[in-house]
């Protein structure tokens, strides 16, 4: 599973921390049956973020977008 999620996010491999670490966050939520709320990407600078993703993730996790207000 763990390397499924990291191809979803990062088709050429998790190459820096931030990168694993986002895969890891998912891989858990997975894990523990959990909703995944993040404020972690749904932007064009920085492709291959959590949010950016959600479409590639549907079948693995349930992933929402969460302000400082809704957290």
Same mark, same amino acid.
């Given at each position: 599973?763990? %390397?499924? +999620?990291? &191809? &979803? $996010?990062?088709? $050429?491999? &998790?190459?820096?921390?931030?990168e694993?670490?986002?895969?890891?966050i @998912?891989?858990?939520? /997975? *894990? *523990? !049956? &959990? @909703? $995944?709320v993040? %404020?972690d990407?749904?932007?064009?600078? %920085?492709?291959?973020? +959590? #949010?950016? !993703?959600?479409?590639? $993730? /549907?079948? +693995?996790? %349930? +992933? #929402?977008?969460?302000?400082? !207000?809704?957290?």
């Open positions: 599973m763990y %390397q499924k +999620i990291e &191809a &979803a $996010l990062f088709p $050429l491999g &998790a190459n820096s921390e931030n694993r670490n986002n895969v890891k @998912v891989y858990e939520a /997975k *894990h *523990h !049956n &959990a @909703v $995944l993040t %404020q990407g749904d932007s064009r600078t %920085q492709p291959g973020e +959590i #949010l950016d !993703n959600r479409d590639k $993730l /549907k079948n +693995i996790v %349930q +992933i #929402l977008f969460g302000s400082e !207000n809704t957290l």
